[in-house]
């Protein structure tokens, strides 16, 4: 909701009751948001479809998303509790009338007004007018208090930031775009618990994809059957143990019945044997490597990270083939002209940091056209890649600098480590694929849950349908 922080550093002083006369008035405006809106329905559980449903909204009364009512009750009691009489108010009653609705853009302007005081009790009746941008009201009503005896004057408090967050929405954007597209045969690879069967499961169940299990039968069947999976109708290939699942995935793979993989109830390193083989494997002429896509709640759009999971200590040419890979899949999912970030430690190349010589290399590389589809800046700092603030004040020129689309990790030790930590300490959901190889690659983890089984699933449909 909106604050009062606009103010700055100050103080809030009231007008205690000896110091009131009818007729004074005090009075602020706000022009509501849809920010406003997702904030008020968040604290006080009023969800009414009214407020946050645009598409509801559309065919009700108003044609449009409203405000809630008692937005404009919250900002009476702002100016009653801030400025008019102030701190020390003590709330007795309310009266309101709603009168117009208030849509987003709009502008409120609140003003209270002394209309009675009550010597013996120390109470004070106050009229209370809200209007819009055109000055008519939309709400009318009248707040009885009691009036504060005596003069104060605090610090105004700092409130803390109030960052919101639509859980979720990044990746069923993804999977709505994924959903046009004809369904992806998969290999999933030894299916033998419950979360990877349910998630290969949801994804066949929402038009993402068209499992084809690969694993033990009976196991299958016995997993299935524990926690009431309907695996009735899909093909299974049996397969004796873990190892054997994923030489039988990749065979699929390689004759063309399948058009993706997604990781079981096994090691990555059994899956990515079998994937990397020489002979039997699924390689192409591109390295293969690990891309998160990323949800942040404080970053306004998916952030892809690379490599976190596949190259341990990549070399300069590994590093152009992550970046590829990284830019084709950032296109895949709808980024046009992705904004690609090569990170090091400092943002100036120095000798004895290869990573960022490395950087320096990537950038020129692909101002030779040996890397496509993106725009390359590095070296880069973590801040000076994704804080327009941190660029301002280090006086950095780029057009890549505090806006970045794709994070190249320095090695899978950094990756990782900056994938984690926003995911644990920022909230941060995370999907990702294996590309390089024939077919894009679900690595999977055990601690994964079904929306993010399902935004990979998401993921490697919108990049097998690009690329083919």
Known sequence: MSSDRGAGIGYIENRPFDELSVGDTAELSRTLTAQDIDAFAVVSGDVNPAHVDEEFAQDEIFHKVIGHGMWGGALISNVLGTQLPGPGTIYLDQSLKFLKPVGIGDTVTVRVTVAEKQ??????????????????????????????????????????????????????????????????????????????????????????????????????????????????????????????????????????????????????????????????????????????????????????????????????????????????????????LPKVAILSAVETITPRLQSTVEAGALCKMADRDQITGGILDGPLAFDNAVSMQAVSTKGIKSNVAGQADVLVAPDLEAGNMIAKQLMYLAGAEAAGIVLGAQVPIMLTSRADDTRTRIASAAIASLFNHTVR
Do not use: F, W
């Open 119 to 336: 010597e013996d009790r120390k109470r004070v009746i106050l009229d209370c007018l809200c209007t819009n941008g055109d000055d008519k009201p939309v709400i009318v009503g009248q707040a009885i208090v009691i009036a504060p005896d005596k003069k104060i004057r605090r610090p105004r408090v700092t409130m803390p930031d109030l960052v919101l967050h639509r859980r979720g929405a990044t990746y069923d954007r993804l999977l709505s775009a994924a959903q046009r597209l004809p369904t992806l045969p998969t290999a999933v690879v030894h299916p033998c618990d419950a979360s990877s069967l349910e998630g290969a499961l949801s994804a066949r169940e929402l038009g993402v994809l068209e499992p084809i299990l690969v694993g033990p039968r009976d196991r299958i069947h016995d997993v299935a059957d524990s926690v009431g999976l309907d695996i009735a109708g899909l093909e299974i290939i049996d397969a004796p143990h873990s190892h054997a699942s994923a030489e039988q995935a990749v065979q699929l793979a390689r004759e063309g019945r399948v058009g993706a993989m997604m990781k079981g109830a096994l090691h990555t390193d059994e899956v990515m044997s079998a994937v990397v083989s020489k002979t039997q494997g699924l390689r192409s002429e591109r390295r293969m490597s690990h891309v998160y896509v990323m949800d942040v709640p404080t970053y306004s759009k998916p952030l892809l990270i690379t490599d976190a999971a596949i190259n341990i200590a990549p070399d300069l040419q590994t590093k152009a083939d992550m970046v590829q890979n990284a830019i084709d899949l950032a296109c895949a999912i709808g980024i046009e």
